[in-house]
């Protein structure tokens, strides 16, 4: 028996200390909900997990982008439907006029409110002012709003509707916008077809160099004042009609596709999501035995600790 080094006290403590500090991570990680709560507990674990948790938080925002441009995408078909029952009533204008019971002053009167449906489409369309934005952003003139200037300060267009829709940089979409400004000239009609103007023709023109550019809306020769005029007027705003149908067609078609992608990314997120919590999630259930079993061994080390400390007090016995 020796006095001076109690070896059972030093190994009881050594035990006990390895308990208490099981004990404490036992309890850290069931206090916090992870098995990972710092690197040391799992090095690969980790690494592993940060990057899964990278790649399902870049999806998060990823979704929050498709959901601004379905967002975007329903803003500017609601302006299209208002402009489809802008058409609509400017056609019934046009078969009114076209009616040879009624007297020029009826046709005047016709013709009022036929000029202010035009001029409620290019407000809608045209101009720095246009009523038709998406966070400040225009929707109908051929891009983002954000203009590109040339080096003589000129105006080359708008740009694309650019944004990323998956975790990973090269994950984007960059689709044209729509164009209805009142200079945007668009192939909508043949001359064959149709027996007037040319086969370049305008939605919103205000301004036209030649009698040969037919206006489908704003321009001067699309007019109800004359019986003559409106016959025209109403096969002109036909096509126009069918032009906002196939551009709000394709403006479905590309919503649909953004539905789409929106499932798709918040089933990725969930299945990365679960691949990084089993990675770095506490398993309750497994580590409440843990805890419960460094608990009961760090009550029995520090009983035994007891024991232990005592033993040199049985040597005063040898020596009375």
Known sequence: MQLYNNVTAFSVWKNYTANVADLRKSMEKLSSGLRIVNAGDDPAGLAISERLRAQYRNSAAAAT????????????????????DILGRMAELSVMANDGTKSQIDRDNLQVEFQQMQKEIQRITSGATAAAKFNGLYLFRGGSGVPTMTGDGVVQGYGHVRLQV??????????????????????????NTYSYGSVNMTLLGSSMNSVDWASLICCQHLSVSAQSVAQGAVDKLNIGIDYISSTRAV??????????TLSGLRNYEENIRAT??????????????EFSK???????????????????GLVSRLVS
Request: hydrophobic share 40%.
């Open 251 to 260: 403006l479905g078609a590309e919503m649909n596709r953004m539905e789409q």
């Open 166 to 191: 998956g975790p990973d940089s090269n994950m984007v979409f960059n689709e044209d916008s729509i164009n209805l400004e009142a200079d945007n000239f668009t192939v909508i009609g043949s001359y």
């Open 65 to 84: 982008n498709v959901e601004n441009k379905i967002n975007y995408l329903q803003t500017a078909d609601s302006w299209l439907q208002k402009i489809h």
């Open 294 to 312: 460094y608990q009961i061994l760090t009550q029995i080390g520090t009983a035994m600790l007891a024991q232990a400390n005592a033993l040199p």
């Open 276 to 289: 990084e919590s089993r990675i770095r999630d506490v398993d309750v259930a497994y580590e409440t035995t």
